[in-house]
């Protein structure tokens, strides 16, 4: 009975011990993804009052020797000119247009369905990935800690619509999208990462990406964003 005790006892203290690195490594992950968060949105997400503008057509199709077609800027009328002249102008006020523009999120983070321990070996040669895992696969963010930068900010996921509807309805905000990203992987020495991050600003379109991160003077920065498929 003794010798059942101590085992008894020595296990419950490795389970005690296991728990709270667990706890720890996850609060250090939560940390690292609200640092590196403001970052992607700058990278991948958009105004969406800029992409529904396209720049007008200034010149004429003009083809080339070797049969390729191009757009010949020489050749652009007055009225093009104009035209596009005005466009720069709307694009130069969205850049100082303090509007809010809020991007839909959910609070609650996953593991990515993505090939990402692949590509962490690809690209970090050399770097042992931590193959450790919390025995829960999400946890939750505080959204509303996150300090996006320009006019980006978030709101619920939960808050939208879950159909089609969401990108008919009027807001009193500008709505971009919906923003996801997943939880991090990190290399033994926790000082490169990789996740995956998605965007999606309307029915048919959108885009998912690589995130690689890594920690350079005491930050974390992004080191390459890599598009995995887009709509």
Known sequence: ???????LIISSIFLLISCKNAKKDVAFEKDILMEIIPSIVDSICQDPRAFL???PMLGKFKETADGHTIIDTSLATVEQKIRYKLWLKKQDSLKTDTSKIVLAINSKIYYSEDSLEIEFKKYF????LNRAKDTDSSYIIDINAIKLNKNFSFKNKGEFPSTLDV????????????????????????????????????GLCGEGHIIYIKKFNNKWVIDKIEGTWIA
């Open 1 to 7: 009975m003794g010798r059942k005790l101590t085992t």
């Open 167 to 202: 990108w008919n309805k009027k807001y009193d905000f500008i709505f971009s999208g919906f923003f996801n990203v997943s939880r991090i992987l990190f290399d033994e020495s926790k000082n490169y990462g990789i996740l995956s991050a998605s965007y999606t600003c309307g």
């Open 53 to 55: 503008s396209p720049p």
């Open 125 to 128: 040669k050399g770097k042992k």
